[in-house]
């Protein structure tokens, strides 16, 4: 209730009926975050059969519905009806999952940026240079995840 009651007075401002009105309980449980902010949605590289739908940060009720939809279309038919591959579970380059510290150092990065505005060309600090390409040496480049 604490970490809750920080922001009321917020919330009252906001809705001011809360303020008689109160609240019976809150409900506070696990995040699911990803290295890149994005579910995972999509069969498993690897695991015939196997199919994600997980890692959506409390955009789980919002986005279930249609993310349910394609997941069935996706089983039943072989591919969504829309371009999930945003979300698709094999984005990720296996050199840049392997090593877990690298996961852990971007999912973090991701949680911490939640709130915050994303500019044009903003990179993720972490994880810079896992994978680099052959014309990574060459001076005056910029280089993009």
Known sequence: WDTFAQNFNGHIQRCP????????????????????HKPLVGP??????????????????????????????WIVEGSPSIDLFSFDVSRFHPDTIID?????????????????IVFPQDEPLAGRNVRQSGLHPLEGCMYQS
């Open 17 to 36: 009926s809360l303020e008689s009105t109160g609240i019976a309980s809150t409900v506070c449980g696990p995040e699911s975050f990803t290295p890149d």
């Open 44 to 73: 498993q590289p690897g695991v015939r059969g196997f199919f994600q739908a997980c890692g959506f940060n409390s955009m789980g009720m919002m986005l279930g519905g249609g993310i349910g939809r394609e997941l069935a279309t």
């Open 100 to 116: 877990d510290d690298n996961v852990r150092d971007r999912t973090h990065e991701s949680y911490a940026k939640t709130y915050a």
